[in-house]
């Protein structure tokens, strides 16, 4: 079943949200280049902070972007308003980014907008910048407060019931909610 597209919205972030993923990318820099270059990955440390363009897929509850509308709400439950206004939750363990939309939409359950009918529930892609900084592998013990990586993408696991529980190697989990730039809405159905 192909994805039926509505709109595509740009996402004009406030200044303090891009002063923050900027801020961070040059702390990830300074970083790799004090460590010096290990390898190419290091290498692109230093440059851009191994900056990404990765998917999130998201839901909102809102009418974002319908009939012209660009106005955030300020809902409760509505993911893509709140990320858009405040960036994502420091309060997550990793933000996942994945990197095809395809991937991304496979992790919101199919039903959710049948399941979360009576609140409105729509899903969205977020087409975002990722600074991926230093990557650890799934495989090996991580602390994401130890500073020695600032995200991780999977070993190559997936569950062979075509759930994915663990990550695997189109996923990488980013520790820091200033690491990732929301810079598109996709708003789509299924």
């Known amino acids: 079943m192909n994805p039926e597209i509505h709109r595509i919205l740009k996402i004009h972030n406030s200044p303090k949200i891009l002063t923050r993923f900027e801020e961070y990318r040059e702390l990830v820099k300074a970083k790799a280049a004090r460590n010096g270059a290990m390898g190419r990955r290091d290498e ?11 998917f999130n897929c998201s839901t909102f509850t809102c009418d974002l972007g319908l009939n012209g509308s660009t106005s955030i709400c300020n809902q409760q439950y509505c993911s893509v308003c709140g990320i858009i206004k405040s960036g994502f939750s420091p309060k997550m363990d990793g933000i996942s980014t994945l990197s095809t939309s395809w991937r991304a939409q496979m992790a919101i359950p199919e039903d959710v907008e049948e399941e979360f009918k009576f609140m409105n529930v729509k899903r969205s892609m977020l087409v975002c910048r990722v600074v991926a900084g230093r990557v650890g592998s799934e495989g090996k ?8 990586f600032d995200s991780v993408i999977g070993s190559g696991g997936g569950s062979g019931s075509g759930a994915y529980t663990k990550l695997d190697e189109d996923e990488l989990l980013v520790f820091n909610p ?10 789509y159905t299924v």
């Open 44 to 54: 692109r440390c230093i440059a851009d902070g191994n900056e990404l363009l990765r």
């Open 141 to 148: 013990e991580i602390n994401k407060e130890d500073g020695g």
């Open 178 to 187: 200033r690491a990732v730039l929301p810079c598109f809405i996709i708003v």
